[in-house]
Each structure stands twice: as structure tokens, then as C-alpha cells.
């Protein structure tokens, strides 16, 4: 009689995950030696000074006298996100061990991430006094290289650093005018000190954060908000921008530690602050879609 041999049922190390590019804003970071604490917990300090203009100079009384004002501005911290995943320890075992070590990293890369960036680029659309481009799609790669010239013409008018300047812009207007690929699109390109390709679903005026809670919300993360525009591209120069994280955590307890199931736990929280300074409102250029 002929052998019957039933083969073992085995698994690839290739696993099935999501596309999704890390988070595009990490230029933005702030010094953390720049932020000191405020009054309250939740309030950082940033000083801003101004000085008084030159006068005439006198040969017998000599200088006028001049003055110098700094004021303390406060910013609240306004984002404080995170969640909490359980795996059981036999689910853990019967995926190889897959489902526990892959859950930190998809964690960050799908939503972490993309949701660090969507805030981001939210909060400074949101922000009064930004310059903005009129509301327009862009048919033509020429369409959107007119427009980013106009951009870098109205930042250089209020005196905005060249030197620092991150072009943020959706992959198919990148893409578009790369293609071009004349003297005049190389000169606008590299005129940037940074330039970013940033994914539609990450570019918004406007985000909802969902709480992962309330019915409908119940997976978390984020969406476009109702009165969101997409953008087709913002500029924004660093020393413009309050980007920082006060408390992170990331941590792993092992079932021995868990004293409610028999799962691992992997815990993650995020609390920080994006604003822009009150002054230089000048360095972030917005352009989206009407």
C-alpha cells in the first residue's frame, strides 16, 4: 500500500501589511532646548522681542535712546492620543509569533504616522494670518510651477528666509512637474531646502481626530472633517513652527505582568503641541483645492 503523507502546513515571512510611508513632517521637530515650561503643566514659553527702529544721530547729544521689548507668549499643548493593544498569548503562539512582534511596528507605520502628519499640516492651515494661494486645481504641471513661484515670490516680499523653506506637495503635482524636467523646474525645485511628497490622505485643511469610543469611531485615528479642502501644497519654513513632543511612551507587558488576561499589551500615547509662532505667520504658504 502506497504511503499517504498529509504535509505540515507552514507560513512565509513575508506578511500581508499596508502600504504606508513613514511620517513626512519629522523636519519639523522643534529643539527641545528651546521649549521651556510654562505656568501650568500643559503651557510651554517662547519669548518675543521686538526692538524700536534707528533715529537720527546728533553730534551733541549723540544717540537717541532706543527700547527693547520681550514678552513671554504661552502655548498649550494640544494633542494627547494613544491606545492599547491586547493580544492573547495563544493567538500570539498560533501566528508564529507574528501577531505580538508586527503589532508595534504596523502601529506606527499606519497610523502613527500618517496621523502625526495629517495633524500637522491641519493645525497650521487652521492658523490665522498664514498666506494663502486662491482655491484652485491645478490642471497643468506649468499651472502648479506658476503657482509655486508666486508662493516663493510673496515669501521672499515678507522677508522670509530662503534657508529653511520645506516644500510640502502631493505626489501627483511633484510628479508632474519633475516630469518637466526644464532649467525653469530644476531652479524652483532646488530653491527649497527640503522638498516632500505628501499622500492626499494625509493633507487636509481640515482633520476630525476619532476618539475610538463613541459608536462609528470605534477603530480610532483620523478623517478628513467635513469642511476640509485637500491640499495640493503648503510651504513652511521651520524656524515658523512650534512642533513638539513633551511625552511619549511605548511600552510591552508580557502575560506574567498582566493581572487581567493571559495577553500581551502594547501601550502607546503621544502628547505634544504643533503651533506657530505669532510672528511668523509670514512662513507658512498654503494652496489647496477650491
Known sequence: ????????????????????????????????????????????????????????????????????????????????????????????????????????????????????????????????????????????????????????????EDEVPEEGRILYATHALLNSVMALDTTKSKEVLTSFEVVRKVPQSRFYTSIELLDGKTTGEELGHYKKAADGKDINFMIVHKGAVIKFDKHVVGNVIDPAGNPDADSYIVKYRKYGIVDVYKHKVAGIYLSHKA
Do not use: C
Open 1 to 156: 500500500m502506497a504511503n499517504s503523507i498529509v504535509l505540515a502546513k507552514n507560513y512565509t515571512n513575508l506578511i500581508d501589511e499596508v502600504y504606508k510611508t513613514t511620517s513626512v513632517t519629522a523636519d519639523l521637530i522643534s529643539d527641545s532646548n528651546m521649549m521651556k515650561a510654562g505656568g501650568n503643566g500643559n503651557e510651554i514659553l517662547y519669548p518675543q522681542i521686538s526692538v524700536s527702529g534707528l533715529g537720527n544721530y546728533d553730534r551733541n547729544s549723540g544717540y537717541t535712546n532706543g527700547s527693547v521689548d520681550v514678552v513671554w507668549k504661552t502655548a498649550t499643548f494640544n494633542y494627547d492620543r494613544g491606545t492599547k493593544l491586547s493580544i492573547d498569548s495563544m493567538d500570539d503562539g498560533e501566528t508564529f509569533q507574528v501577531a505580538f512582534h508586527m503589532a508595534g511596528a504596523t502601529l506606527q507605520r499606519e497610523k502613527v504616522a500618517p496621523e502625526a502628519d495629517a495633524f500637522t499640516f491641519a493645525t497650521l492651515a487652521g492658523e490665522t494670518g498664514i498666506s494663502k494661494a486662491t482655491p484652485s486645481t491645478y490642471a497643468t504641471a506649468e499651472a502648479f510651477l506658476e503657482a509655486l513661484m508666486a508662493a516663493k515670490s510673496k515669501m521672499d
